[in-house]
């Protein structure tokens, strides 16, 4: 990498597991991807005009927070109570510093509350109550908890329900079950930096904690070396520690980007079938976006300059 004019790059991800094409209209697909990409031009405005990577995944983060079509604040997923519980963390990769808040029922955009403790350097993460509560006392945006209920997450929640009674659990698309934001970026200079929110899985018990925001699981970054944010069973990443294990195998092991990020989500996690994905970044600016179920909502900048979203397969080039 040229140290002194460093690529910039924005990568970001909706979640693993997107429905079946089926499953929306064309008008409902157009939208969500329309969603993604003002997304991405949200935090490359950033970028372009010299903003650090920090600034550009919250801005990202933020409007996917803001969209119904992705498990993060506005449609978030519905636990066993029908209840809201929000997860979300944010790190910077030049200094390691990280923010997370867990378990919040109030707070319109978590990633705003995760950046608040990032910058104030004492704790890292905050839960329930507490992260309600800190997040008003910093004048943060805080609703009733209904405001972040759609009718598709009802629907899914019936039928997770469903599933539940008649044991058919693992049958359940990976769309029903959970989903994830997040976005990771390398500024010009040369700093990386990762966030991701949550609603967690629809129907899961009152209480539980996934691996968005707990650093070095769902979210890690770490300047020359990459920046993680993943999706998926989250159960999973927390028992190895997903995101720092891609940063270690490319640093300790050598390998690339493209397979340490790999290794798991289509090797292991694949084999016993768990769903998941990540979206990652190296400090080159190189970006990879493994994925083993149907689909992963993903976009990011190439190294080219050109723009690309995708939900399934196929790739589709849009303009900045």
Request: hydrophobic content about 40%.
């Amino acid at each position: 990498m040229n140290e002194k004019n460093p690529p910039l790059s924005l990568a970001l991800h909706g979640g693993c597991g997107v429905m079946a094409e089926e499953d929306m209209t064309p008008q409902e697909w157009e939208e969500a991807r329309d969603h993604l990409k003002q997304a991405l031009r949200a935090g490359w405005k950033i970028l372009q005009r010299g903003g650090s990577a920090l600034d550009a995944v919250q801005a990202t983060v933020l409007v996917m927070e803001d969209s119904v079509y992705f498990n993060a604040g506005y449609g978030a997923a519905l636990n066993a109570d029908a209840e809201h519980e929000l997860d979300a963390a944010i790190m910077d990769g030049a200094t390691l510093a990280a923010g997370a808040v867990c378990g919040a029922r109030h707070i319109r955009n978590p990633v705003l509350a995760a950046r608040s403790l990032l910058d104030a350097g004492e704790s890292v993460l905050l839960s329930g109550a507490g992260a309600d509560a800190y997040a008003e006392q910093k004048g943060l945006a805080c609703v009733d908890s209904d405001y972040f209920t759609t009718p598709r997450r009802v629907e899914a929640l019936a039928a997770m329900r469903r599933h539940q009674i008649a044991g058919t659990y693992k049958a359940a698309r990976e769309s029903e079950k959970h989903g994830t934001v997040g976005a990771v970026a390398l500024d010009v200079n040369g700093h990386l930096a990762a966030a991701t929110s949550t609603g967690g899985y629809t129907n899961k018990p009152v209480g539980r904690i996934g691996d968005s925001p707990l650093i070095g699981s769902g979210t890690y970054a770490r300047d020359s070396v990459c920046a993680i944010s993943g999706t998926g069973q989250g159960e999973y990443f927390i028992r190895n520690v997903m995101a720092y294990d891609i940063a270690a195998r490319m640093i300790y092991a050598g390998e690339s980007l493209q397979s340490a990020s790999a290794h798991l989500v289509m090797g292991e996690f694949r084999d016993l079938g768990v769903g998941a994905g990540v979206i990652a970044i190296d400090a080159n600016g190189k970006v990879s976006a493994p994925y083993n179920t149907l689909g992963m909502f993903r976009a990011w900048v190439t190294e080219e300059g050109r723009a690309v979203v995708a939900s399934h397969h196929q790739l589709y080039e849009f303009t900045l």
